[in-house]
Every structure is written in structure tokens, then in C-alpha cells.
């Protein structure tokens, strides 16, 4: 802005001023009435409105310039220097003030463009809920784990189960607890944890969430792994001198049973501690094998992955399964989009994981007419590869729909427990998951995300 010299203009209008007061003073002492005095007043009063104008003009121009300040606008300038001595240590003081200012906001943006990044780089989801229950999504951590844009409000949580809306809603601040979410139809569990945050006297819940079904997941295969490797040895290790004292036993009656002087009593006795010893010599020889099989889910090699194109697998897989479905007049249906859809995974191990469950559905579809089992491949909303083995059979009794993953567990009677256990011990060392779900038209789909 373009100001004059204060100083000479104050001093100029204040002289100006006095010279006035004393006319006016001198002609009423002598007693003069004259016109001029008239004048003279009006002149006096115009000067003094004058003055008190051009301090005002001076103190909003100042008043514009601070305000610039106070709203961030650091490109204003206050050149007051040339007004006199007093007003350069002004200008030097205003000047280092809107460089400081300057240096602060530019420090502030920077780390606030930083501190915006971490968060948006966390894989942690956060989220806040305001005052009304409104929610406002921080990271892309929060927007992958629910695959949405925004949540507005509580309410909408609940699309991701009662559980864990109801538990957004009622944790307390500094609280951490489990909690379930729906996600893709299938449950996760998470670590909620809620801080409370004040700004401008109103309240907020920061609640952060900590995906520990991975963890959950290893851990539990480590204490699978770890009982069958103990129980495996233990029974094996009682097996062996049972089914060696059967195995005598039987040579014994056998030699027994060889003398030809033995009478038919003795005879009948002999032939029936025979058959006796050949029962328990099969159970526990049954029992060893039947133990063998779990001893692979306690030994599982750490998967060796490698990209494999679908298209190109589910040819191999075809034809790996396509004789023995065809033979119990089974149809078989392949299908994955995109067209050059891939997984990584352990060829080998897939083989298996497939295999397995394809020979579940077809035990399952034994007296299914038009029979069918369907293996379909695609990308989830997460980008996940995903691969699915549907069938048109009678489907899983929701009774023991939870249990079918467990080891030792099956619903039928010659069945051993090791498939689906196996299907899912081989998921989890994929860094996946395995779950079952009922078909939309009957019969069973499990679904193996990579």
C-alpha cells in the first residue's frame, strides 16, 4: 500500500491545526465578530475531522493487512518503513512475523500431507464415529476390508453382522475386544479397539481394527499339526506291540491247529482263537493305517507357489478327474473369468486340495439323477482369486455344517475325516481360506479363496 510520510503529514496537520486554535484564540480575545472567525472555526472543525480520518485510514489499512493475516493470506505487504525510524522496527517485526507464519503453515501442510499418507498406508482399518452415530472412513486399509467407498452411519454396518454393529456401538473408550465381521459371506475375526478424541469441545470415537484371523488361522493349524504328530506317535506306538502279540498268536494257533493229534474240541478252540487273533490283528493293522493318513495333515511341505493360469489347470484337471466322474455317469463343468485368470499356489497341493473335494461331491451325488459338479473360477471384489466346486447333491445338514473342516470329523460311514481337513490345512498354508456354503439351488459349494 502507498502511505505518505506519517510523521510530516501528523505534523503538518497538527501545526496547521494549532495555527487555527490561535487565530481563533486572538480574535476572541479582542472581541472581534468578524466573518473571518466563522471561517476560522469551520476550518479548525474540518481540519480536526481530517486528522482524525487520515489516523483511521492509517489503523484500517493495518487492520486489512493483520486480518489478511489471521485468514492465511501471506500475500499482503506492509511497506511502513519509509514513514519514519519507529515505524521500520514495525515493518522489520511484521515482516519476521509473516515469515514465521509462513514457515509454520508450510511446516503444518507438509505434515499434514505426510501424517494424511502414513494413514492411508496403514494396513490397519480406521474409522470415526461422530456425534449421531455418522461414520467417516480415514484409510484404504478401511475401504478394502469392507469394499466400500463410504459408510455414513452406524446403521449401515450392519451389513456386515449384528455382532459387530452392535459392538461399534457399544464400546467404551480405551476398551478392546473381539469381534466378528461378515465379509464376503464368511467370518473374520478382529481386535476393535476405541479411543475417544475431542475437537472443539465436541467428541469422537476413533476405532481401529486388527485382522487376527490369519493368526487365528496358523495357530490353530500349528496345534492341529502338533496333536496329530503326538497322538500319531503314541498310537502308533501302543499299536505296535499289540499287533505284534496278535501276529504271534496267530502263528501259534496256526501250529497248533497243524497237529494232527489234536481232537475236533480242541480243534474248534484253536480255530476260534485263530479267528479272534486275525480280528484283532486287522483292527490294529486298520487302526496303523488309519493313523498313517493323518500323519500327511502333520507334515504338510511348505507350499511351493508358482503362477498358474486356470485355463491351462482346469484342462490338466479334467483330465486328471474326467474317466472316474464319466464312469459313475457324473457331468463335470468348467469355467473362470477373466480370461486369463491365474493363481498363485502350489500345483501339486492344488491337485489334491481339487481332487478331494471333487470326490466328495461325486460320493455325495451317488444316487443323484443328472448329476453335476461345477468348478468355477473368478476374481472377488478384494481382486482375490477365487476358485469354487459346486455340486447338485443333497448339500451339508446345518447341524454339522461347522464341524466338516475338523479333523477326526465325518458324517459318513466309511469315511476317515482327512479331506476336507486337509483341503483346509492346504488353504492355510496358502495364506487362504476354505468355506462351505449351501448351493442356491441345493447341494454344496465350497469356495477356496487364495
Known sequence: MKLKQFKVQLTLRMSVLFVCLLLLAAGIASGSHSLSL????????????????????TNHEL????AGLRFGDFQQTYTI??????????EKTVQNTVSNLKSARAEREQLAI?????????????FIVHKGNRVRILNNATRRTFNVSHIRNTDELEQFGAAFQRDVNQIQAGESLLTTIELAGHPEYFIMTATQLTTRGTVHMLISLQNIQGALDATELATWQNMLRVTSHEVLNSLAPVSS???TARELADNALAREQLDKQSREEFQDIRDSVD???????????????????????KPQKE????????????????GELAHKQIAIHFSHFPARLAVMADKDMLDQTLINLIRNSSEALSSTNDARITINGFSDDKQRTVIEVSDNGPGVAEEISEKIFVPYFTARTKGSGVGLALVRYVMLSHGGSVNYAPGKD?????????
Open 279 to 301: 480280528t484283532v490283528l486287522r483292527r490294529s493293522e486298520g487302526l496303523v493305517r488309519f493313523i498313517q493318513s493323518y500323519r500327511q495333515l502333520s507334515r504338510m511341505p
Open 38 to 57: 466563522v471561517v476560522l472555526a469551520i476550518a479548525i472543525v474540518a481540519q480536526m475531522f481530517s486528522l482524525l480520518r487520515y489516523v483511521d485510514h
Open 81 to 90: 518503513g519509509h514513514l519514519g525510524s519507529s515505524f521500520r522496527a514495525l
Open 307 to 322: 503362477k498358474i493360469d486356470l485355463e491351462k489347470y482346469f484342462l490338466h484337471l479334467s483330465a486328471l478327474v474326467g
Open 245 to 247: 502279540c496278535a501276529q
Open 63 to 66: 487492520e486489512s493487512f493483520l
Open 114 to 126: 505426510y501424517y494424511r499418507a502414513l494413514l492411508q498406508h496403514i494396513p490397519i482399518p480406521f
Open 442 to 450: 441345493g447341494g454344496s459349494t465350497f469356495r477356496l479363496v487364495f
